[in-house]
């Protein structure tokens, strides 16, 4: 079993831990967006969304591209769809008890 770093994981799973992010990643899930689009489906002012999506790619989980003037933004490979769709599957599973979870245990 491969060692990963502690701290690039918690780095990595950052992505994954505001209800934005989230939201961009669903909107993308099934193709690249530009973020006029992204911004429509997340209900998001520009900078906000933007702010999200460099966020999303510094910790590995988009890839953008430019064309002419937009930019269009994707998920960065197939791993991060399958494991979005895992991410459904477990919480499907756990539902009950991640309604009742305390979120704000200190660290």
Sequence with gaps: MQTVDLDLKVKFLHGFSHKVRI????SIQEG????????????GSQSNISQHLACLRGCGLIAGRQ???????RLRNDQI????????????DV?????TCESDVAE
């Design 95 to 99: 539902e009950s008890d991640v309604i």
């Design 23 to 26: 939201q961009i990643l669903d």
């Design 67 to 73: 064309e002419g003037k937009f930019m269009y933004y």
């Design 81 to 92: 769809r399958e494991l979005l769709d895992m991410f459904d599957d477990v919480l499907t």
């Design 32 to 43: 690249e967006k530009t973020v006029s689009e992204i911004m429509s489906d997340v209900q």
